[in-house]
């Protein structure tokens, strides 16, 4: 039988609900805290839980926290939030990006890596192996010194590229996945290089069924992301409200061509709300509950006047195609 993996234990994928597929918590990634980048630091859980509250409130169910050990992941703070709010968590192994892991390791992460001063450090002296066991022990024992288990696991590459620490991740997230069987989520860079993760995945023997492909929306590429979706995989848009990197327009007709295409059982929606300025009780932004309460309705509109049904959609992005993306399964 098929589970889900939350912070606190393994449920049925029926028990998930309503799901935000790609968050952030309460995280302060080293690299923008050394540049004093404070829009990008979530760093206070109690402004953090009001926002989750808020998501819970509108009928919330399910958050997948997709914060990475070099992104700064503040674990026992989303633990306690998930007890304060009754919100169900999926934690996240693995890795983010190659540039992050220039910054300086806190003296909590030394003392859990060794005596490394930067992440590219500590993966250019570990082997592939050993850095999928790393992984393992994330999603069968416990993300870095807690109890808690990741749900997923993931990698990351820039824009435009993969360095060759970025591949070493990639392969030993790969061997992590055929070990747990814990589904794996791929970041993505202004939403490129996925078809070329993809070739990789494949020589580790993955099935790209298995993998959720993030920031698909700040590449708005219809013949780019059609490639994708007929792999198998999920197609992430995580960006939403996010206008800076195009229109909420722009966006759901993307959506809605992959749907016409017959892609709308692959479909995962978030709002990827890692900055101050993305949440309503950091500094007054659209917060956790825009995407329930103001984007559904509107992307139910533009569905109907389409000529499709938008309730039974959003049914498909948030419950039905999250049960089956971020389920253990052979």
């Excluded at 839980?49 to 992941?73: H, S």
Aim: aromatic share 12%.
């Amino acid at each position: 039988m098929s589970f889900v993996r939350t912070l606190f234990e393994d449920i049925a994928p029926e028990q998930m609900g309503f799901t935000y597929s790609h968050e952030h918590i309460v995280c302060i990634p080293a690299h923008w805290q050394e540049r004093s980048a404070y829009d990008l630091l979530l760093d206070c859980p109690e402004k953090s839980c009001e926002d989750v509250q808020d998501f819970v409130n509108l009928g919330g169910k399910t958050i997948v926290d997709a914060t990475a050990i070099d992104y700064g992941r503040c674990i026992e703070d989303v633990a306690e939030i998930s007890r304060k709010t009754g919100v169900q968590i999926i934690g996240t192994g693995g890795f983010n990006k190659g540039f992050l892991w220039d910054a300086q390791l806190s003296p909590r992460l030394r003392n859990i890596l060794g005596s490394y001063e930067t992440y590219a450090e500590w993966i250019e002296d570990r082997s592939i192996n050993e850095l999928a066991d790393y992984v393992i022990h994330e999603v069968e024992e416990g993300i870095e010194d807690s109890s808690y288990r990741a749900g997923q696991v993931k990698f990351g590459t820039g824009y435009n590229s993969i360095s060759p620490l970025e591949e070493k991740t990639i392969r030993a997230v790969a061997r992590a996945h055929l070990e747990t069987k814990a589904p794996i989520h791929a970041h993505t860079e202004n939403g490129t290089m996925a078809l070329e993760q993809i070739e990789i995945l494949r020589s580790e023997g993955i099935s790209p069924e298995f993998v959720s492909f993030g920031h698909m929306d700040r590449n708005l590429d219809p013949y780019y992301h059609k490639q994708i979706a007929m792999t198998g995989a999920f197609v992430s848009f995580d960006g939403i409200n996010k206008i800076k990197y195009g229109p909420e327009s722009a966006r759901i007709a993307e959506i809605l061509y992959l749907v016409k295409e017959g892609f709308e059982d692959q479909i995962l929606i978030s709002g990827d709300t890692a900055r101050r300025s993305y949440y309503k009780h950091y500094d007054f932004g659209p917060g956790l509950s825009y995407i329930k309460e103001k984007w559904v309705p509107r992307f139910i509109d533009e569905a109907y006047f389409a000529g499709f049904d938008g309730n039974a959609l959003i049914q498909k992005f948030f419950v039905s195609n999250p049960m089956r993306c971020f389920a253990f399964k052979d």
